[in-house]
């Protein structure tokens, strides 16, 4: 529980200092100016006054009980100060200072240490190398960081391992009027964590909205349970950045983080119901609507403007952003009717024309509000010197403050001059912008939010007919052999004790067999090269298709003995199945997270397209059918120009086996089947590599 943490009754700073500019002092000005509600214990051997404080020369000199401590001195002396603080009974200590973890093995060393001593004390750490929280509420105050931006009271709460980006978002609130309700940034992050933070927030009824920047997931099992628990009750809008290489470098040798190019950050968010940016201005500006507007309902918009190229700009990028203009009812016409200046066009965009007045705006908004054919509602508004925006602004404060339908405002104006308009519309607690695009795009932000928790939950299928105990065998016999790599025969005993259709198939050691199996199968056969070290079977003309009779089996064998020579070597061959489209499922083993699925069209050229898609298992019904019709060739899979669809609910069932295999089987590393030959009727597993952990 982080109560201590967020709600201090009493913190010290050991390290507090007479200097300016100074973290230790820094720190004690931050807590005294904005006006912290608890008690404030400056702590320095000298036993100098700090701004006006009586100053202590030991933790253990402090008269009552201490809930924060932040330690603002070297590195090295950090774990005795913790044991100290343990002697005191301190809940928390942030350690701000940095020569932890993240200068080297020394530094990790220390880190260790002051790890050790606060459990040994039942102490938990901040940090190291972080600049703590603030809490804003008003009983409470407490500004224990030491950022340059004074807080101010919102509802938004923001959660960061990197000090750098959480100041920028929370400076950010701030120069938008908005504030900030919660804020931690916790560096290296040794002991809290962003899940725990995140369950706090969670609970934290003064939060609103939570916003939360990663460069990478630490315990990626732990931040999906906590994700999904708390994207459950509130809006979580996240962005994870180092999404280049050289990013990921840059993170990992600055925070100590663990950032890499992965996808599995956003697959979490996807699955957890975390909105996700890939711009923090972007991320910035849809909390700010998160924070004061209602969810929508729908994705209708219904557009008032006063002027008529940022009617169209916006209009494009709401369009962009999965939102439709709603088409105005009769009894709305009707409403506006005499309403409007007489040149006034009655249908959505509303043009209310440059001369519109406050009573325009009004009935304009009354109109938008009380549509049913309308989910949201945008305003553009320019303020001209000839009319009276401050009542304008006055008018959609009052429409604002119903709540009823989410109102984003474009507003186009000089700040210096019309500032007691704009601060009209900032009091009254509208989501306001000054680009079109900025706007509009916060607006499609609520409504993604809107489609993501709407969307149908789906099930986790599980398929009694499987024969686990098979697959075990099959997996452990290999793992113990010590190979990696299944052989053919072994990778599609797999696949079969899960129920999953393949082509049949035999395994032949040389000719003669090869042909009695071709007659077993019936004609044609395909024949491949096995042996583990052919990895790309066709690059290495390993694979002979369309073999129609023995002769052209036996001839197949004997070049593929010629060409590749491997110890190892035998054929499998297998039924020919031509004319279907080509697919790909994958999985792959994800470090503390399960397994990645993979989806796509698939075949020889499956690198070159990447047109792919990926979920993490277990995959629901909804999310196979999603991967399905997620990739560019989706419409391939329906059928096109007269040709035949494939049977999706066969590709689908393969999806959730799969799923289901690799979750039974943490040790499966990495899992191909490239091709699965997919037809109207089926579909069937022609090529098939699984490799398992050793
Ligand atoms: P690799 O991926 O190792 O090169 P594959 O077994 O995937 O070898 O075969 C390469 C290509 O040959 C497949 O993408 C597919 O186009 C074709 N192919 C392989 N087996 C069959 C089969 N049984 N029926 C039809 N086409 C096949
Ligand atoms: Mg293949």
């Not at 009695?516 to 024949?527: D, Q, R, S």
Request: include cysteine.
């Amino acid at each position: 529980m982080l109560d201590s943490l967020f709600r201090p009754k009493a913190v010290a700073v050991i390290g507090a200092s007479t200097k300016e500019l100074t973290i230790g002092n820094r720190i004690i000005r931050n807590l005294t100016e904005f006006d912290f509600k608890g008690a404030i214990y400056p702590i320095n051997p000298k036993g100098e006054e700090v701004r006006g404080l009586k100053t202590y020369r030991s933790i253990l000199d402090v008269p009552t009980d201490v809930d924060v401590v932040h330690m603002v001195i070297p590195a090295k002396l950090v774990p005795q100060a913790i044991e100290d603080c343990g002697k005191k009974a301190v809940k928390f200590v942030i350690l701000n200072g940095g020569g932890f973890a993240e200068v080297g093995p020394e530094g990790a060393a220390i880190e260790q240490a002051c790890i050790l001593s606060a459990k040994r004390n039942g102490i938990r750490i901040m940090g190291p190398n972080c600049q703590g929280i603030i809490n804003t509420d008003p009983e409470v105050r407490a500004y224990c960081n030491f950022t340059f931006t004074r807080p101010d009271i919102g509802f938004i709460s923001i959660v960061a391992l990197s000090g750098g980006v959480a100041e920028l978002i929370h400076q950010a609130f701030s120069e938008m009027g908005v504030g900030t309700r919660l804020y931690a940034s916790n560096g290296n992050a040794c002991d809290v964590s962003i899940p725990e933070i995140l369950e706090y927030y969670g609970e934290d009824e003064g939060t609103r909205v939570i916003v939360l920047y990663v460069e990478g997931l630490r315990e990626p099992d732990k931040f999906l349970q906590a994700a999904a628990k708390v994207a459950a009750k509130k809006p979580i809008l996240a962005m994870k950045a180092g999404r280049t290489k050289e990013g990921a470098t840059a993170a990992a040798s600055h925070t100590g983080g663990l950032a890499r190019e992965d996808i599995s950050t956003d697959l979490i968010f996807e699955k957890t119901g975390i909105l996700s940016f890939r711009d923090v201005s972007e991320l910035c500006n849809a909390a700010v609507a998160f924070s004061s507007q209602p969810i929508p309902h729908g994705n209708r918009v219904g557009m008032i403007t006063n002027a008529g190229g940022p009617a169209v700009i916006s209009t494009d990028e709401l369009v962009a952003g999965g939102l439709k203009l709603a088409h105005l009812s009769d009894r709305t016409v009707e409403y506006l009717k005499g309403k409007m200046y007489p040149e006034v066009g009655l249908h959505n965009p509303l043009d209310v024309l440059a001369t519109a007045g406050p009573d325009h705006f009004r009935a304009a908004l009354d109109a938008m509000v009380g549509e049913d054919q309308v989910d949201n509602v945008y305003v553009n508004m320019v303020t001209p010197f000839f009319v009276d925006t401050d009542g304008i602004a006055r008018q959609v404060v009052q429409v604002n403050k119903q709540g009823i339908k989410p109102l984003i405002v474009n507003l186009i104006t000089d700040r210096r001059q019309r500032g007691e308009t704009v601060r009209i519309l900032r009091d009254g607690g509208v989501a306001f912008y000054s680009m079109p695009g900025t706007a509009a795009r916060a607006m499609a932000a609520l409504n993604r939010y809107n489609a993501i928790r709407s969307r149908p939950a789906g099930q986790v299928r599980t398929f009694d007919d499987v024969d686990r105990a098979r697959a075990e065998a099959i997996i452990l016999q290999a793992q113990g052999a010590g190979r990696k790599m299944l052989s053919a025969a072994e990778a599609y005993g797999v696949l079969q004790a899960y129920g999953i259709s393949v082509a049949d198939w035999r395994i032949a050691q040389d000719a003669a067999e090869a042909e009695k199996a071709a007659a077993e199968i019936g004609f044609p056969v395909v024949v491949k090269a096995d042996a583990e070290s052919i990895v790309h079977k066709s690059d290495m003309g390993g694979v002979a298709v369309n073999l129609k009779e023995a002769g052209a089996v036996r001839g197949a064998v004997q070049e593929m003995s010629q060409k590749l020579q491997a110890e190892d070597m035998r054929f499998f061959v297998q039924k020919y199945l031509p004319g279907g489209r080509e697919v790909i499922v994958g999985a792959k083993a994800e470090e503390g997270l399960g397994h990645l699925i993979l989806f796509g069209m698939g075949g020889i050229y499956v690198e070159i397209l990447k047109d792919v898609a990926f979920k993490l298992a277990p995959v629901t019904n909804i999310e196979a059918q999603e991967m399905l019709s997620s990739i560019k060739m989706a419409p391939l899979l329906k059928g096109v120009r007269g040709e035949k669809g494939v049977n999706e609910k066969a590709l689908v069932e393969t999806l959730q086996r799969v799923s289901q295999l690799v979750t039974e089987f943490p040790m499966i590393d990495e899992m191909d089947l490239n091709p699965i030959i997919a037809f109207e009727d089926g579909s069937f597993v022609v090529d098939a590599r699984i490799s398992v952990k050793r």
